[in-house]
């Protein structure tokens, strides 16, 4: 584990030279300091929300363990009640402390844990495998704390009261701090006497040649064991041998909290000699696995991530791995995986949104997806110990990925388009995987924020929302707009064009934007990445929409007497009405996402087709969704409306920042590069092939 590069210099100088002024160190140290008060921010609104709490409420597993009627005061067992989950040497450790525990038991107890994460954050920070460059050594730190105080694990803790972040913070200590053996081996016993899967780092130490770190390891953490066990036979002989190194402790083993593999076997319906013994296999193949790549990266100098990866398999074999106890995942976030510039930033935001996100948030709620859902965090710790393949930094792709393909610059037609340079027109087709996940995590905020909109239930905001609704009413009447109820009930009358409707607004409203983005990212990879993101501004433009003014659709308008073709007869009579209530929030209908997406594909369509009938038949789309929201009863007029207006708005910017779309100008320069290339080739005598160059407009010509 020694590394030449271990003591936390950079490649390059971080101050330039006597007399020299230099503006991008200005601006780096600026970034820095602001990064700093972002974690700053984090940790204060971390602790006023735990000091802000009831007491009853708070530090819960703090008050089982130190409060007045805690474990730690009873005369029997500290196991007597599964409350407690500790090891007895942490029962042992916890005595002495009960009296200035209870005394600091907010204040004290959560600002030590506040110093804890930061510590940890600094030491991981200081210690990224080498070389490093002069932006990531000077902004490393407050993005660690900053990622830190965000992670799931430590908010657990800071809310629960737990220690699950010392044996943490001990082995690190152990690993990057402690200058010989004997101290080394010493912090990492210990943290193993209170979680012993942590024991798994002495095989760490032993076979990347720190054996003496690892002897001293084993011989601590046997001591403090041995010693417990004289000071406390009974607590002992319960933790680990009645509930094997605390199975069972602390709730059901197989509760979704266990994120273990033994936690997984169970919730997949297994149990006994079956379990166990596929346990104990899975087991030692994970942690045989993940200790053999910890040591390959600890002697490439990536001792960091050998920890991580130790750690995420020590995660895997622990009998119990609760949620406060999973903070060895994140920093696998440190290594680089993926040769090409797309890829390289998939692993370190699937790690960032499984350990900051609930699994609810990352995945769809389709019964399909529920065992990788409830176990995300298991598979991606068991990822990171055993499949994840972490580029050597011999790689030549380990300091510069191959990068993408990026048009020439384009010239706009205003002065100061595009307002963000440094945003290059990409080519080459992003990675699907982090696609979907931006995708799937957008939408989990896009309902989020269109509950928050009427106060976290579906019937809080009615009233505002009604209101809304007749305010748009009365403004369709001035404008002589007010047609929904006229062609609801004239639809409704005819039963094919009832069912027609019906249909195409049930069915089109995701499929045909996926299809156009699906089309998109396969045949025009441009196109995909400027279409992309013209969708994503509507829709955050929408959702400013949803959360200033919920409106009530006509369907839900009491006195109206729109008819709901789609959901059925609506009982006013009951404050959550309507068979979608129960889904998401009905009063989310100002701007019209219906028909500002059928807009959006219907403009893509007539952009980027070629043939006529295409367009037309792109441009048909919307025409027909805002017949259908309005016959249904679902939208005003005026919401569809608002609707084109974020879109058009959604475009507007995507120009302004990104400035024009690159595809048509360089598919442009490219044909014609090609036909002044076959002109000279004819006149030469030689023949060569030009309609493949022609056609593809992703290469670019100044390269030929």
């Known amino acids: 584990m020694a590394n030449a590069e271990h003591g936390g210099r950079t490649t390059e100088p971080l101050a330039p030279a006597a007399g020299r002024t ?5 601006r780096l140290r600026a970034a820095r300091l602001g990064l700093w008060l972002v974690a700053a921010f984090l940790a204060v609104r971390q602790v006023a929300v735990v000091l802000g709490t009831p007491r009853g409420e708070r530090l819960t597993d703090l008050e089982t363990w130190a409060g007045p009627d805690g474990v730690l005061h009873v005369n029997g067992s500290l196991y007597d009640s599964t409350r407690f989950t500790g090891t007895p040497f942490g029962g042992l450790v916890l005595k002495p402390l009960t009296r200035a525990a209870e005394q600091a038991l907010g204040w004290g107890w959560t600002f030590g844990t506040l110093l804890l994460v930061v510590a940890l954050g600094v030491i991981a920070a200081r210690n990224l495998p080498r070389p490093l460059g002069r932006r990531t050594s000077l902004l490393a730190a407050p993005v660690a704390t900053s990622l830190l105080m965000l992670s799931l694990p430590v908010r657990n803790a800071f809310w629960l009261g737990q220690t699950s972040i010392i044996p943490v913070l001990l082995v690190v200590l152990g690993c990057f701090v402690a200058r010989d053996w004997r101290s080394a081996g010493v912090l990492i016993g210990v943290a193993a006497a209170l979680q012993p899967a942590v024991l798994l780092f002495a095989a760490l130490l032993w076979f990347t040649g720190r054996r003496r770190a690892a002897a001293a390891s084993g011989a601590a953490f046997a001591g403090v064991t041995l010693l417990t066990w004289a000071s406390m ?80 398999a020590a995660i895997a074999v622990s009998p119990a791995t609760w949620q406060h106890q999973l903070l060895w995942v994140l920093p696998a ?30 995945l769809p709620h389709m019964a399909a997806l529920y065992p990788l859902r409830d176990n995300a965090v298991l598979l991606t710790a068991v990822a990171a110990a055993t499949v994840v393949p972490f580029l050597p930094r011999t790689s030549p792709c380990y300091r510069t990925p191959i990068p993408a393909e990026h048009a020439p610059p384009v010239p706009a037609r205003f002065r100061r388009v595009q307002l963000l340079p440094f945003l290059k027109r990409v080519l080459t087709r992003p990675n699907l995987l982090l696609e979907l996940l931006l995708i799937r995590v957008t939408y989990a905020a896009y309902q989020q924020v269109r509950l928050a909109a009427t106060g976290g239930t579906n019937s809080g905001g009615r009233a505002r ?81 949803f959360w200033l003014y919920p409106l009530a ?16 007869v609506q009982d006013f009579s009951k404050p959550d009405y309507g068979t979608l209530t129960a ?47 309005v016959t249904t009863g679902n939208h005003w007029v005026l919401d569809a409306a608002g609707g084109a207006a974020v879109v058009l708005a959604g475009f507007g910017l995507s120009y302004l920042l990104t400035g024009p779309r690159a595809q048509t100008v360089t598919a442009a320069r490219t044909t014609g590069a090609a036909a002044a290339a076959g002109s000279a080739a004819a006149g030469s005598g030689v023949r060569e092939e030009t309609a493949e160059s022609a056609s593809a407009p992703r290469k670019d010509p100044a390269r030929r």
């Open 22 to 26: 230099d503006p991008a160190g200005a």
């Open 465 to 545: 929302a009604e209101t809304h609704g007749q305010q748009i009413l009365d403004i369709e009447r001035f404008l002589h707009l007010d047609v929904e109820r006229a062609v609801n009930h004239w639809a409704a009358g005819v039963g094919r064009l009832r069912d027609f409707f019906d249909f195409y607004y049930t069915s089109f409203h995701f499929a045909v934007p996926l299809t156009v983005l699906a089309a998109l990212y396969v045949r025009r990879p441009a196109d995909y990445r400027w279409a992309r993101a013209s969708l994503g501004f509507a829709t955050l433009l929408a959702l400013v929409g």
């Open 333 to 362: 976030v440190v290594g680089r995986v993926g040769r090409r510039a797309c890829d390289r930033h998939v692993w370190p935001v699937a790690v960032i949104v499984v350990m900051t996100l609930p699994g609810a948030m990352a």
């Open 583 to 629: 889904l998401t929030n009905q009063y989310a209908a100002m701007p019209s996402l219906h028909f500002g997406w059928s807009l959006w594909c219907g403009m893509v369509i007539a952009i980027v087709a070629r043939r006529r009938w295409v367009k037309a038949l792109g441009l048909l789309h919307p025409l027909l969704t805002a017949s259908s929201i």
């Open 233 to 312: 036979p009974r607590d002992s002989y319960i933790y680990w041998v009645h509930h094997l190194a605390g199975a069972g402790l602390g709730g059901e083993a197989d509760a979704l909290a266990n994120q273990s593999l033994h936690g997984a076997l169970l919730r997949f319906g297994l149990s006994g000699p079956l379990e166990i013994g596929l346990f104990l296999s899975l087991g030692a193949a994970v942690a045989v696995l993940g200790v053999r790549r910890a040591v390959r990266y600890a002697r490439d100098g990536q001792l960091l991530l050998a920890v991580a990866v130790t750690g995420c």
């Open 553 to 568: 659709p006509p369907r839900l308008m009491p006195g109206l007497g729109v008819i709901d073709t789609v959901h059925g």
